[in-house]
């Protein structure tokens, strides 16, 4: 909704990369749950949905950790 607020500003690359990671966290998460339900059959997608999902949190939280070091120090994130 503040985007366009934000537009031209350091806080403009953080929304992007929130967003970004937001997306991308919410394709992975349905994805381990496709393969969770479609592997299931055969006892493999016990194992490799869940490790989808923990590689994805461990994506999130280096991207939360990442773009807060670069909020507290009033810097736009780069390359983004």
Do not use: C, N
């Not at 403009?12 to 592997?39: D, P, Y």
């Amino acid at each position: 909704m503040k985007r366009d607020e934000a537009r031209g500003t350091w806080l403009e690359s953080h929304l992007t990369w929130l967003i970004g990671t937001f997306w991308w966290s919410t394709l992975w998460a349905v994805i381990g749950w496709l393969v969770l339900i479609a592997l299931a059959i055969v006892l493999i997608g016990f194992a490799l949905g869940p490790l989808i999902w923990a590689v994805t949190a461990a994506w999130v939280l280096y991207r939360v950790i990442r773009g807060l070091l670069y909020f507290k120090d009033q810097r736009a994130i780069p390359g983004v």
